[in-house]
Nanobody
Framework: QLQLVESGGGLVQPGGSLRLSCAVTGFSLDYYALGWFRQAPGKEREGVSCISSSGGNTNYADSVKGRFTISRDNAKNTVYLQMNSLKPEDTAVYYC???????????????????WGQGTQVTVSS
C-alpha cells in the first residue's frame, strides 16, 4: 500500500531551523516528482518546493527561496526539506506529495499530485 509519512515538524523560534523528512513506502520514488506543500489556518494549501524524479530540477516558492532546500534520496525512498531562517509566517501544516505523471517541467500545483502524506505541524514562535 502506497504511503507517505512526514516527520521532523515541531516548535522552533524565529531564525531557527528544522529538517522535514518524508518516508515513502509501497512504491519506488525513482519515477515520481515530489513536492512539499503547506497550509496555514484559514488559508489555501500552497506549494513550497518540488523536485524532479532525478533530482536535477527544483522549484521554490518566492517566499522560501534562499531559506529552504529540497532534496531526495531515492535509495532511501525519502524526500527532505531543510528549512533555515524560519519566520512566524512559515507556521503551517507541511505535507509531502508525489506526482506520478511524467512532465517536461516539475509541477508545483497541488492538483498534479496524486499521493499525499498526513502532514506535520511546524510552528515558528518565540
Amino acid at each position: 500500500q502506497l504511503q507517505l509519512v512526514e516527520s521532523g515538524g515541531g516548535l522552533v523560534q524565529p531564525g531557527g531551523s528544522l529538517r522535514l523528512s518524508c518516508a515513502v513506502t509501497g512504491f519506488s520514488l525513482d519515477y515520481y516528482a515530489l513536492g512539499w506543500f503547506r497550509q496555514a489556518p484559514g488559508k489555501e494549501r500552497e506549494g513550497v518546493s518540488c523536485i524532479s524524479s532525478s533530482g536535477g530540477n527544483t522549484n521554490y516558492a518566492d517566499s522560501v527561496k534562499g531559506r529552504f532546500t529540497i532534496s531526495r534520496d531515492n535509495a532511501k525512498n525519502t524526500v527532505y526539506l531543510q528549512m533555515n531562517s524560519l519566520k512566524p509566517e512559515d507556521t503551517a501544516v507541511y505535507y509531502c506529495a508525489a506526482d506520478p505523471t511524467p512532465r517536461t517541467m516539475v509541477s508545483g500545483r497541488t492538483y498534479d499530485y496524486a499521493y499525499w502524506g498526513q502532514g506535520t505541524q511546524v510552528t515558528v514562535s518565540s
